[in-house]
């Protein structure tokens, strides 16, 4: 009897093995935009390959110094997404990982690496083309953490009509006195000086490429009516040192009657409190490709 038993737990384990979505990693597109091969990871649904179906896709946007592998290695995505799944609290998606360097995500001053113009125009459409995604606003979500955390709300303020989700998590938002402010050490360190250019005459780093980037400032004069075409879902934990402006961003959306969830944890700024985040945002995101 306990060989018996023994054996159906290893049958079940199997099939659950095998029934698990899986990620590739560091598969690469060539950018005419950036001159450059592009590497990217993706997730791919358990049923992917034997489904005629088509599959909302989620972009999920690593931080400051990872790359595509961020999400899959130290955030362990492939485990959480397939766990989130099997419970029933999230949908079947492809969710695609790609490398922005330190791009921010934006397009920089100098017209060097217009890395949103790559991302728009490039990687969605191929995304959209090599995958069986469901290729319209409704079935598309961008989240990030960090850097990443910026970029999904670059994405989601700035390109409303592409989706219908945006998942930041402690994402790297500042109001203009911490830039005006912010030493000129890390001004360069941070690639900032090559993002946003030269300081603006009597505008310490207040240049127009930043004011077209910022975030506030994008959610301040963007129409109300657009920006609620999007979900947002913003967490950020209460140790982190990125706080102070996602609290300063929430205050804006509620002026502004823009709706969004907002979400404070215990945590700080590290893997740790992101792995915890994951679960939330495949609930979240899938509840807006829900019809």
Same mark, same amino acid.
């Given at each position: 009897? !306990?060989?018996?038993?023994?054996?159906?737990? /290893? =049958?079940?384990?199997?099939?659950?093995?095998?029934? $698990?979505?899986?990620?590739?990693?560091?598969?690469?597109?060539?950018?005419?935009?950036?001159?450059?091969?592009?590497?990217?990871?993706?997730?791919?649904?358990?049923?992917?390959?034997?489904? $005629?179906?088509? %599959?909302? #896709?989620?972009?999920?946007?690593? &931080? %400051?110094?990872?790359?595509?592998? &961020?999400?899959? $290695?130290?955030?362990?995505?492939?485990?959480?997404?397939?766990?989130?799944?099997?419970?029933?609290?999230?949908? $079947?998606?492809?969710?695609?990982?790609?490398?922005?360097?330190?791009?921010?995500? =934006?397009?920089?001053?100098?017209?060097?690496?217009?890395?949103?113009?790559?991302?728009?125009?490039?990687?969605?459409?191929?995304?959209?083309? #090599?995958?069986?995604?469901?290729?319209?606003?409704?079935?598309?979500?961008?989240?990030?953490?960090?850097?990443? &955390?910026?970029?999904?709300?670059?994405?989601?303020?700035?390109?409303?009509?592409? /989706?219908?989700?945006?998942?930041?998590?402690?994402?790297?938002?500042?109001?203009?006195?911490?830039?005006?402010?912010?030493?000129?050490?890390?001004?360069?360190?941070?690639?900032?000086?090559?993002? +946003?250019?030269?300081?603006?005459?009597?505008? !310490?780093?207040?240049t127009d490429t930043w004011y077209k980037n910022s975030i506030l400032k994008i959610v301040a004069t963007t129409p109300a009516e657009k920006l609620n075409t999007v979900r /947002?879902?913003?967490?950020?934990?209460?140790?982190?040192?990125?706080?102070?402006?996602?609290?300063?961003?929430?205050?804006?959306?509620?002026?502004?009657?823009?709706?969004?969830? +907002?979400?404070?944890?215990?945590?700080?700024?590290?893997?740790?409190?992101?792995?915890?985040?994951?679960?939330?945002?495949?609930? /979240?995101?899938?509840?807006?490709?829900?019809r």
């Amino acid at each position: 009897m !306990k060989k018996l038993i023994s054996f159906l737990f /290893f =049958i079940f384990i199997c099939a659950f093995s095998f029934s $698990q979505g899986k990620a590739t990693e560091s598969l690469v597109i060539h950018s005419k935009i950036l001159g450059k091969d592009v590497k990217y990871s993706i997730y791919l649904p358990a049923d992917y390959e034997n489904s $005629q179906r088509r %599959y909302p #896709v989620l972009y999920l946007l690593h &931080g %400051y110094s990872d790359d595509e592998t &961020g999400w899959t $290695q130290f955030g362990e995505m492939q485990k959480i997404t397939n766990e989130t799944i099997a419970k029933g609290d999230a949908t $079947q998606m492809i969710i695609a990982m790609p490398d922005a360097g330190v791009s921010w995500y =934006i397009n920089d001053a100098a017209g060097k690496v217009p890395f949103e113009d790559f991302f728009v125009k490039e990687f969605i459409p191929y995304i959209d083309s #090599v995958y069986k995604t469901r290729n319209k606003k409704e079935f598309r979500a961008v989240a990030g953490l960090s850097m990443g &955390g910026y970029g999904s709300l670059i994405y989601g303020t700035k390109h409303p009509e592409l /989706f219908a989700a945006c998942a930041p998590l402690s994402a790297a938002v500042w109001n203009d006195d911490h830039i005006a402010e912010l030493p000129q050490t890390d001004w360069t360190n941070y690639k900032f000086n090559e993002l +946003f250019g030269t300081n603006a005459e009597g505008k !310490k780093h207040l240049t127009d490429t930043w004011y077209k980037n910022s975030i506030l400032k994008i959610v301040a004069t963007t129409p109300a009516e657009k920006l609620n075409t999007v979900r /947002f879902y913003i967490d950020c934990g209460d140790d982190d040192f990125l706080i102070k402006g996602n609290m300063e961003l929430h205050a804006l959306l509620t002026d502004r009657k823009i709706k969004h969830e +907002f979400r404070v944890r215990d945590g700080a700024h590290n893997w740790t409190y992101w792995r915890t985040a994951l679960p939330e945002v495949l609930k /979240f995101v899938s509840e807006s490709f829900h019809r």
